[in-house]
């Protein structure tokens, strides 16, 4: 009898062992993460519905209970630095075996996202060896979320922590680590880093789609997008890429025997299609399941995509929405940085106005903006110097998120203008240890005379200014510093209008602050911007 009774419970013990759900933590709980320090840090995962769950770590203890879709959290008390490894500790009451992630640090954490230039990686920057070589930072991990597109939010994300070495920085995204590593350096924590990015997306992808729908500006564009994506012939759009891929190879293979060089092989619809989502796809694959991981803040490196023909006018709204919506589905206002588009050659006004929109987004509280006008390849939407992109994004965070002292967080912005007859006075912000000139390399103070009008003047004169009156004609204009104010005239424009400077997709542009960092491009009228009108005379 003693001997049934102990086997029954036996076998009811290991019916309830097989019946259980797995005791899984998100994704993002993973053996060499790392977590945010100075705040609450939310822990989640999921067991069977009802069941006592128990997180241990640093010496807390924190207790709750799976919900009806089986679904936890817990939220762990601020924590302090922590550079030694440590283990987290999961239990639930249905599962004999707790799960314990290892190598668990307390530092800081930023969420990198974007298109191309954010995916890219560490062995497609400049200097790949030198980088690798010096790569033994085991203080920096990255997570890479590998989910796709989806039409609904997703709870459940994917991916691993890697710890920084030699044999991994290869795969980071290069404007990721550049930025951790200088936060690294300088405040001397860990630094944890979670890559979601996904090369040649819109940013209308990863705003979720009731946000836009709901948008006064962008619900038009966001309901003649879903009737476009709702009507597509899958099947004519796979048609006629098999007959362009066809040409193609035919083409292909004549100029490779005649030593020309090859075209372009055209891109697969359906692929591209499935890799944007639509709207909201990529915002529900790749950060809705990331909500609410603790954050210190976030980084976006975008705008390429929005920058094709009618696209780059609806910026102005994305960039603030996707701004404002990820901080509310996080619950707060968390520190927010992008990098403005760089000179690239570009016809057509839209890379123009996607720039533009990066700086009103300023408008902002606790946001910054690497610019990048100097520092892009005109022959190449992908710049390899993604070093110097990193570290102005960390001089932006050093500064003002981290109150260190730092010899600027930004290049000088347009903070005003005053037309004086047939002059116009710009102040700016930023213009840290005074306006200078960049001349091949060098930080001048240009002459007290007017200098000639560029692109005649020599060493010190100031290039990138265009002013026009009320015909709308631009001329380009000579200019001097007084003070944090650049005064700029033109002999054919006798009752100035408006100014604009390195108003070009890649211009010829010197200004800059006496930190080395260069003034954003602006201009201060709103008239409409065909290519023909952004070019001065």
């Not at 010096?134 to 922590?161: D, H, Y």
């Not at 002292?405 to 840290?432: C, W």
Request: charged share 25%; net charge positive; with cysteine.
């Amino acid at each position: 009898m003693k001997t049934r009774f102990i086997l029954t419970t036996l076998l009811l013990a290991l019916l309830t062992t097989l019946n259980a759900a797995e005791l899984k933590p998100a994704a993002l709980f993973s053996d060499q993460m790392v977590l945010q320090r100075d705040k609450a840090v939310p822990i989640w995962g999921w067991a069977d519905p009802g069941e006592q769950i128990t997180v241990e770590f640093g010496g807390q203890k924190k207790t709750t209970t799976a919900g009806a879709d089986g679904k936890w959290m817990v939220k762990l008390d601020p924590l302090r630095t922590s550079a030694e490894p440590r283990e987290l500790r999961i239990a639930a009451a249905n599962h004999q075996s707790p799960v314990t992630v290892h190598d668990v640090l307390v530092g800081e954490v930023w969420l990198g996202s974007g298109q191309s230039n954010m995916a890219m990686s560490v062995n497609r920057a400049k200097d790949f060896e030198q980088e690798q070589a010096a790569a033994k930072l085991p203080l920096i991990r990255m997570f890479k979320e590998s989910s796709g597109a989806v039409a609904t939010p997703q709870e459940k994300c994917n991916g691993t922590w890697q710890v920084c070495s030699p044999e991994t920085i290869g795969t980071f995204s290069a404007t990721l680590y550049f930025f951790g590593r200088e936060l690294h350096r300088e405040l001397k924590v860990p630094v944890g880093l979670i890559n979601s990015s996904v090369g040649g997306t819109p940013i209308e992808s990863w705003v979720a789609g009731e946000a836009q729908a709901q948008s006064p500006e962008l619900k038009v564009f966001h309901a003649e997008e879903a009737k476009a994506d709702a009507s597509l012939d899958k099947a004519k759009k796979k048609a006629n890429y098999e007959k362009a891929l066809a040409l193609w190879k035919e083409r292909f293979a004549k100029a490779k025997k005649a030593g020309q060089s090859p075209p372009r092989k055209p891109r697969d619809p359906q692929e591209a299609r499935s890799r944007k989502g639509g709207a909201g796809g990529l915002f529900n694959g790749k950060i809705a399941p990331l909500i609410p991981y603790a954050l210190r803040g976030a980084v976006w490196y975008q705008g390429e995509a929005n920058s094709r023909p009618g696209k780059g006018a609806l910026y102005q709204y994305q960039l603030p929405l996707l701004v404002s919506d990820w901080r509310a589905r996080w619950g707060e206002e968390f520190p927010f940085a992008w990098v403005q588009l760089p000179n690239f050659k570009r016809e057509g006004e839209d890379w123009l106005l996607v720039r533009e929109a990066m700086l009103k987004t300023l408008r902002l509280p606790h946001t910054g903006m690497a610019i990048t006008v100097d520092i892009g390849d005109p022959d190449n939407i992908h710049p390899k110097n993604k070093q110097e992109v990193g570290r102005r994004l960390s001089l932006w965070a050093l500064g003002e998120v981290y109150d260190k002292k730092v010899a600027s967080t930004s290049g000088p912005l347009p903070a005003g203008h005053k037309i004086n007859g047939s002059e116009v006075a710009i102040t700016f912000q930023h213009a840290d240890g005074g306006l200078v000139v960049n001349s091949g390399g060098a930080m001048v103070t240009p002459r007290e005379e007017w200098p000639s009008v560029w692109p005649e003047g020599g060493f010190g004169t100031i290039r990138g200014f265009a002013v026009a009156g009320a015909d709308k004609q631009w001329h380009r204009a000579a200019a001097k510093i007084v003070g944090n104010t650049v005064v700029v005239t033109s002999p054919e424009v006798k009752q100035p209008a408006a100014v604009r400077y390195a108003w070009e997709t890649n211009p010829d542009c010197n200004l800059y602050n006496r930190a080395g960092l260069p003034a954003s491009p602006f201009r201060t009228d709103d008239w409409p911007v065909p290519a023909e009108s952004a070019k001065t005379k």
